[in-house]
Every structure is written in structure tokens, then in C-alpha cells.
């Protein structure tokens, strides 16, 4: 016995069949547009993930021969939760410690800070001339004016964040650009 399909019934067979295609192409377009979607947004989502910025990463120029040098920059801390600067690199040198300077009975003392430099929840810390600042020690090299210097500053719990230090003048109490009161 042979049967045959009634042409009704195939019909109804093709248009489901041509409705899944249309379907699963459709499918198809949508996770494709939300990849791209999520590639593209992924780098602002990175970025906004920290609640630590590093803003003007600066450094001053030094004379040949000079074998330390100091960085400068602001760090806003837009969290609700207090962190800590613990560490800082520079490509051009050898190492990097993080120091504040103070007056004290009239007399400026300069010291490491081998436990970091805190900054609070929803605040900022400065690291300018006469203050808190990096210190880049057994430099590879002078450090020219105009110069972009790579580096990572590392926070306790923001991780490590890339910074550039842009190389101002010998002397210079701010990057070029921002007036700066002397201290």
C-alpha cells in the first residue's frame, strides 16, 4: 500500500518549515547583534569597574646623571569603601616607593611609606611637590620634558591601574597646563 501526501498537507509542512528558518535565522541575527553589543561595551564596562582614577600622572624632567626623580598625580576613589595605594612601577626605573614629605618644626623631612599611601571612600589624594609623591629611584636614564613614561600604580583592592606620567619641566610644581599655588 503507498500513500501519498495530500498537497494540503505538504504545503502546511513547507510554510512550517520556511517559519523555523525564518525563525532560527532571526535567532541567529539577535545573539549576533548582542555579541557585538557586549564587545563593544565590554572596554566601558572594564573601565567603569574600578571606582579608583588616576588623573594627571605627571613627572618632572631631571638633568642628566640624576638617578631619582619624583611623579605626581590625583587619585579619586569613587567608591563607598577606603583603599590604599600599596605600590607603584615606572619603565624607566629601577623601582618605585611611595613617600611623603612634611615640615615639621621648620625642618622638611622626606620619608617612605612602606604600608601605602590611604585613600578614602568617595575622596581624593593628592601626590604634588611637598607632599605625598612617588619616587622614581635608579633611573635608567634622564627624564625629558614632553617625555610619556608608562608605569602601574596598585591599590589594595582596585588592583593594578596603567598610568602614563607625562615629564614637565625641571622644577615645574604642576603638568603643564594647571596652575598649581607653590609650596
Known amino acids: 500500500m503507498k500513500i501519498t501526501p495530500r498537497p494540503a498537507g505538504a ?80 619603565e624607566i626605573a629601577g623601582r618605585v616607593e611611595i613617600h611623603e614629605m612634611a615640615v615639621t618644626d621648620g625642618v622638611m623631612t622626606m620619608r617612605p611609606l612602606p604600608d601605602g599611601l590611604p585613600v578614602p571612600a568617595d575622596g581624593s589624594v593628592e601626590l604634588k611637590p611637598g607632599s605625598y609623591h612617588l619616587m622614581l629611584m635608579d633611573l635608567a636614564g634622564p627624564l625629558k620634558d614632553g617625555e610619556h613614561i608608562a608605569g602601574t600604580l596598585t591599590f589594595e583592592k582596585a588592583g593594578t591601574v596603567p598610568v602614563e606620567f607625562v615629564v614637565a619641566p625641571i622644577g615645574a610644581r604642576a603638568p603643564e597646563g594647571m596652575s598649581h599655588t607653590p609650596q
Request: no cysteine; proline share 8%; glycine share 4%.
Open 11 to 90: 504545503a502546511r509542512t513547507a510554510r512550517l518549515s520556511s517559519l523555523v528558518r525564518d525563525v532560527e535565522a532571526k535567532l541567529a541575527m539577535t545573539a549576533l547583534a548582542a555579541a557585538l553589543v557586549l564587545t563593544a561595551v565590554q572596554p566601558v564596562l572594564a573601565h567603569d569597574a574600578s571606582p579608583v582614577h588616576v588623573e594627571q600622572p605627571w613627572a618632572r624632567a631631571t638633568p642628566p646623571g640624576a638617578k631619582v626623580a619624583g611623579a605626581f598625580a590625583t587619585i579619586e576613589n569613587h567608591g563607598s569603601t577606603p583603599d590604599r595605594l600599596v605600590s607603584a612601577t615606572a
